[in-house]
């Protein structure tokens, strides 16, 4: 009954403190990283709610391509960092109008939603004869994916995985002043020339 409140107060809090910092740092691979960790929290808040199939997609979609797309593509741009001051006069206004929206917006949430009338009072009778038939959502998405639609799921990884390892080549930077072995030039090299007789005068 109280390790469900515990939980729930636990993935809201670190969801909160990551989207903090995801606006906070100025290293643009740490706020993605940050990124993955508020998706991971959000997942763990809707798997406790009680809607599976939201959160292994929010875990697989999210978490598993598109934030790890987003991190391999600043990871290409190389984003160095800037040393640019800006007053409080510009930024301030636009700061204080969304934070008065989310706010409010944050109150009208809290004022309908009773946090702690989510522990259970009253027992629930459940027939585990019967529950131990049914399929549950995961079963029966998980059924579909690899039965039905296993091809298409298994080429839509094949993408994702081209896509990474193609970010990852295009991040290469090549070093040239580094001495390397050129092999096209060991190959075409005339081997007459490498060895020469000289007669020393006695």
Not at 34 to 46: E, H, Q, R, W
Not at 147 to 165: E, N, Q, W
């Amino acid at each position: 009954m109280y390790t469900d409140l515990f939980l729930y107060f636990l993935f809201s809090s670190f969801a909160l403190l990551a989207s903090l910092m995801v606006i906070s740092l100025s290293n643009a691979v740490h706020s993605v990283l940050f990124l993955i960790l508020v998706f991971c929290n959000i997942a763990g808040l809707l798997l406790l709610l009680g809607a599976e199939f939201l959160s292994f997609m929010l875990l697989i979609v999210y978490v598993g391509a598109i934030a790890v797309l987003f991190l391999f593509v600043v990871m290409m741009l190389n984003i160095k960092k800037t040393s640019t001051t800006l007053s409080f006069f510009s930024i301030g206004p636009i700061g204080i109008i969304t934070f008065s929206i989310l706010f409010n917006q944050l109150l009208g949430v809290f004022n309908d939603f009773d946090t702690f009338g989510l522990k259970q009072k009253d027992l629930i009778w459940i027939s585990w004869i019967t529950e131990h038939n049914n399929l549950t959502n995961i079963q029966a998405v998980g059924k579909v994916f690899y039965t039905k639609y296993s091809f298409l799921f298994i080429l839509s990884g094949l993408i994702l995985l081209v896509a990474m390892l193609g970010a990852i080549i295009l991040t290469m930077h090549q070093r040239t002043d580094v001495k390397k072995q050129k092999i096209e030039l060991q190959l075409n090299r005339n081997f007459g020339g490498s060895v020469k007789f000289i007669n020393l005068r006695k």
